[in-house]
């Protein structure tokens, strides 16, 4: 007996350590055939990586050396980095990029890709090595073993590798379907609660999508075994309140993140067309099979993960072994999950009620998990003569799938190069050392457009891309008649002297045609009328409606006359009264700003900083209110004379979070010491 536990335990090893290198190696070798690094000058940042993930985790570091983790004035005049955050960067493995020094960073996300590959194929290993019923040795680990390789390597892992942001979602799956079976079967809730907190805390969008899928796995639970009524609530109130506890435990991300979200322009798109077929179930099947082209603008989902799991999955449906209703309610949530992602309704849920832009069916990586936990029943109750042909079709599948993954990857896989991507970094901090300016200031450039520029080079600027942008904002800049790069949540700073005077653009970048070395291939002109951070309006600027004007030009002309009433007639007379009630800053952290202000007549103060209802103004000591002018900006009234001001940022749904998070944790730890007593 203790022989049998010590092979059976020496297997799954073998097949934790193979599931483990076989993608690591499969991934690495696919790198060095495609020059990324660390084999060459390419990176895997390429896509949204290039334009959105990169950025803001240069961005992060920053915030993080800084201590300035709530609010940013990297793009669009200021935004909610804590909400930003919680949406991309906040994945506990990025903990170890912010370490490493900044020039070997954008390596450092390449190995942190390939390594995500590998634990996905470990942590599917470990759910088959814990769910599964195999006893066959030999059998247990080649079926396991291509499983798990299969997984880590499946199309949706290879097309939305330039995600950043989703996979570490999808490698904590099994671990939290795993924790799900535990909490079902036995009553034991801790692996279920900490790997769905993680979940939602690493990606809150991705995480919203296992959510979901945790609900039907609950029914599917529930009734592919033939429970009592008491049994099945008893197990759904366990359920629930272990949902709400990893939810609790994440509040203080996630509820200011649903408030942010809820600002944006997607908040307000709602299903407004008839049902639809997206994908005709041909199309659907076709994307099953290997070497397929990837799916990333546009075009069918991403499913291919194996024909092997395929076949056995098939087999499964019709294994006499196992119990009709298992067969019959396990074929029902396959074909409602498949069924889901082919029409536009299934594609609006899933998708957080509204319809993506681009990368279809995000969600596709929950089919092919429960595709690959089915084969794994399938291959369990697959009987064949002789077990070395069950382990040559294993070897050949697993072949099959590390060779379909890396020809698509050659052929299909964007990358970009480090010199490309890390461009005017270096340039950037060399500008910025040469400027020696102390106070708050703004700049921005007139070369190419690069979204997300500021986050990336760390300075104060407009250019914004960002899923958690406000439709206040969107709307604001394109009204201004600024370029965008992606519908409803981007904007491109193109400036005129009026919109550089108002935002505060102090320093203006142009790229020289002549350079002698890297570090100075970018040239500095001053805009000495650039204005403070705020100041004295004496215009209607609070009911200015911008959209009232067919052109940029006219909405600029129409916002600086409402600041200083007849303002653009007498442009430097205007700015220079301007100047005059401008606000004095004597101390600035991103979230807490303090100065002075000597106002000439009553007025409106106005600020260069998006009205958010998180900012609180105190004037002499005394609260104020604040309200949004010309449906962006923050103001406040001011009366005649001198004052001190200070302006405080408070992540709208924040406190309440952290309280929730606080108490759900204390929660947590009385569950957890409960449950080790009962346990004993």
Same mark, same amino acid.
């Given at each position: 007996?203790?022989?049998?536990?010590?092979?059976?335990?020496?297997?799954?090893?073998?097949?934790?350590?193979?599931?483990?290198?076989?993608?690591?190696?499969?991934?690495?070798?696919?790198?060095?055939?495609?020059?990324?690094?660390?084999?060459?000058?390419?990176?895997?940042?390429?896509?949204?990586?290039?334009?959105?993930?990169?950025?803001?985790?240069?961005?992060?570091?920053?915030?993080?050396?800084?201590?300035?983790?709530?609010?940013?004035?990297?793009?669009?005049?200021?935004?909610?980095?804590?909400?930003?955050?919680?949406?991309?960067?906040?994945?506990?493995?990025?903990?170890? /990029?912010?370490?490493?020094?900044?020039?070997?960073?954008?390596?450092?996300?390449?190995?942190?890709?390939?390594?995500?590959?590998?634990?996905?194929?470990?942590?599917?290993?470990?759910?088959?090595?814990?769910?599964?019923?195999?006893?066959?040795?030999?059998?247990?680990?080649?079926?396991?073993?291509?499983?798990?390789?299969?997984?880590?390597?499946?199309?949706?892992?290879?097309?939305?590798?330039?995600?950043?942001?989703?996979?570490?979602?999808?490698?904590?799956?099994?671990?939290?379907?795993?924790?799900?079976?535990?909490?079902?079967?036995?009553?034991?809730?801790?692996?279920?609660?900490?790997?769905?907190?993680?979940?939602?805390?690493?990606?809150?969008?991705?995480?919203?999508?296992?959510?979901?899928?945790?609900?039907?796995?609950?029914?599917?639970?529930?009734?592919?075994?033939?429970?009592?009524?008491?049994?099945?609530?008893?197990?759904?109130?366990?359920?629930?309140?272990?949902?709400?506890?990893?939810?609790?435990?994440?509040?203080?991300?996630?509820?200011? !993140?649903?408030?942010?979200?809820?600002?944006?322009?997607?908040?307000?798109?709602?299903?407004?067309?008839?049902?639809?077929?997206?994908?005709?179930?041909?199309?659907?099947?076709?994307?099953?099979?290997?070497?397929?082209?990837?799916?990333?603008?546009?075009?069918?989902?991403?499913?291919?993960?194996?024909?092997?799991?395929?076949?056995?999955?098939?087999?499964?449906?019709?294994?006499?072994? /196992?119990?009709?209703?298992?067969?019959?309610?396990?074929?029902?949530?396959?074909?409602?999950?498949?069924?889901?992602?082919?029409?536009?309704?299934?594609?609006?849920?899933?998708?957080?009620?509204?319809?993506?832009?681009?990368?279809?069916?995000?969600?596709?990586?929950?089919?092919?998990?429960?595709?690959?936990?089915?084969?794994?029943?399938?291959?369990?109750?697959?009987?064949?003569?002789?077990?070395?042909?069950?382990?040559?079709?294993?070897?050949?599948?697993?072949?099959?799938?590390?060779?379909?993954?890396?020809?698509?990857?050659?052929?299909?896989?964007?990358?970009?190069?480090?010199?490309?991507?890390?461009?005017?970094?270096?340039?950037?901090? !060399?500008?910025?050392?040469?400027?020696?300016?102390?106070?708050?200031?703004?700049?921005?450039?007139?070369?190419?457009?690069?979204?997300?520029?500021?986050?990336?080079?760390?300075?104060?600027?407009?250019?914004?891309?960002?899923?958690?942008?406000?439709?206040?904002?969107?709307?604001?800049?394109?009204?201004?008649?600024?370029?965008?790069?992606?519908?409803?949540?981007? !904007?491109?700073?193109?400036?005129?002297?009026?919109?550089?005077?108002?935002?505060?653009?102090?320093?203006?970048?142009?790229?020289?045609?002549?350079?002698?070395?890297?570090?100075?291939?970018?040239?500095?002109?001053?805009?000495?009328?650039?204005?403070?951070?705020?100041?004295?309006?004496?215009?209607?600027?609070?009911?200015?409606?911008?959209?009232?004007?067919?052109?940029?030009?006219?909405?600029?002309?129409?916002?600086?006359?409402?600041?200083?009433?007849?303002?653009?007639?007498?442009?430097?007379?205007?700015?220079?009264?301007?100047?005059?009630?401008?606000?004095?800053?004597?101390?600035?952290?991103?979230?807490?700003?303090?100065?002075?202000?000597?106002?000439?007549?009553?007025? /409106?103060?106005?600020?260069?900083?998006?009205?958010?209802?998180?900012?609180?103004?105190?004037?002499?000591?005394?609260?104020?209110?604040?309200?949004?002018?010309?449906?962006?900006?923050?103001?406040?009234?001011?009366?005649?004379?001198?004052?001190?001001?200070?302006?405080?940022? !408070? /992540?709208?749904?924040?406190?309440?979070?952290?309280?929730?998070?606080?108490?759900?944790?204390?929660?947590?730890?009385?569950?957890?010491?409960?449950?080790?007593?009962?346990?004993?």
């Amino acid at each position: 007996m203790k022989a049998l536990k010590k092979v059976k335990l020496k297997t799954n090893h073998l097949i934790l350590i193979y599931s483990f290198t076989i993608p690591m190696l499969t991934v690495l070798l696919s790198f060095a055939f495609k020059e990324l690094a660390p084999f060459g000058g390419r990176s895997i940042i390429s896509m949204d990586g290039f334009s959105q993930y990169y950025p803001m985790l240069m961005n992060m570091t920053e915030a993080i050396r800084n201590g300035e983790l709530f609010y940013s004035f990297s793009g669009a005049l200021g935004f909610n980095l804590w909400a930003q955050n919680a949406y991309y960067t906040n994945s506990p493995l990025w903990l170890l /990029v912010y370490l490493v020094p900044h020039s070997f960073q954008a390596v450092a996300i390449d190995l942190l890709v390939i390594l995500k590959f590998a634990l996905s194929g470990l942590f599917f290993s470990l759910y088959l090595i814990k769910t599964g019923k195999e006893k066959n040795s030999n059998k247990r680990f080649f079926l396991y073993t291509a499983l798990s390789v299969s997984y880590a390597l499946s199309q949706y892992m290879l097309a939305f590798i330039n995600q950043l942001m989703w996979t570490d979602v999808i490698m904590l799956l099994p671990l939290v379907i795993l924790g799900l079976e535990k909490l079902w079967e036995k009553d034991r809730i801790v692996l279920y609660v900490i790997t769905l907190f993680l979940s939602i805390w690493s990606c809150f969008y991705i995480g919203y999508m296992v959510c979901l899928f945790l609900c039907l796995y609950f029914l599917y639970l529930a009734f592919r075994e033939k429970h009592t009524l008491t049994h099945i609530i008893k197990k759904g109130v366990l359920f629930t309140f272990s949902s709400l506890v990893a939810g609790g435990i994440a509040a203080v991300v996630l509820l200011p !993140t649903v408030k942010a979200l809820s600002l944006t322009m997607a908040s307000d798109l709602g299903f407004t067309d008839g049902i639809q077929v997206k994908y005709t179930l041909f199309e659907l099947l076709r994307q099953f099979l290997p070497f397929q082209k990837i799916s990333l603008e546009y075009g069918a989902p991403n499913l291919y993960c194996s024909v092997f799991a395929l076949v056995l999955m098939t087999v499964f449906f019709f294994l006499k072994k /196992v119990a009709k209703r298992e067969r019959l309610v396990s074929f029902l949530f396959f074909f409602f999950m498949l069924i889901s992602m082919s029409i536009n309704l299934g594609e609006f849920v899933w998708h957080g009620f509204h319809f993506p832009n681009q990368l279809p069916a995000r969600q596709s990586f929950l089919l092919i998990f429960l595709i690959l936990s089915l084969a794994s029943k399938g291959g369990e109750g697959l009987k064949l003569k002789k077990d070395s042909l069950f382990s040559a079709v294993s070897v050949v599948a697993i072949a099959g799938v590390s060779i379909s993954f890396f020809t698509v990857f050659q052929g299909n896989t964007w990358a970009s190069r480090l010199d490309s991507l890390q461009r005017y970094e270096s340039s950037f901090e !060399t500008v910025k050392k040469s400027i020696a300016d102390d106070g708050f200031y703004r700049m921005e450039w007139t070369g190419e457009k690069k979204n997300n520029l500021p986050q990336q080079c760390t300075y104060n600027g407009i250019c914004y891309y960002s899923s958690t942008m406000t439709a206040d904002a969107y709307k604001f800049f394109e009204n201004l008649g600024m370029e965008r790069y992606a519908l409803r949540v981007s !904007t491109h700073y193109t400036g005129t002297q009026m919109t550089d005077d108002l935002f505060g653009i102090k320093y203006i970048l142009k790229e020289k045609l002549i350079y002698e070395n890297e570090n100075e291939r970018l040239s500095v002109k001053v805009n000495e009328d650039a204005l403070p951070l705020g100041y004295l309006s004496e215009g209607d600027v609070i009911s200015l409606d911008l959209e009232e004007y067919e052109k940029g030009k006219e909405a600029q002309k129409a916002l600086f006359n409402s600041i200083v009433s007849g303002g653009s007639e007498n442009y430097d007379e205007a700015i220079s009264y301007l100047h005059r009630n401008g606000f004095n800053l004597t101390e600035f952290d991103t979230d807490d700003i303090k100065g002075t202000v000597k106002a000439e007549k009553d007025g /409106v103060m106005l600020f260069s900083i998006p009205y958010d209802e998180g900012w609180s103004v105190t004037l002499d000591g005394e609260s104020v209110a604040t309200q949004k002018a010309a449906g962006y900006l923050l103001c406040f009234e001011i009366s005649e004379g001198e004052h001190e001001v200070e302006l405080s940022y !408070t /992540v709208p749904g924040i406190k309440e979070g952290a309280i929730i998070s606080i108490f759900s944790m204390l929660i947590f730890v009385v569950l957890v010491l409960y449950e080790k007593k009962k346990r004993k």
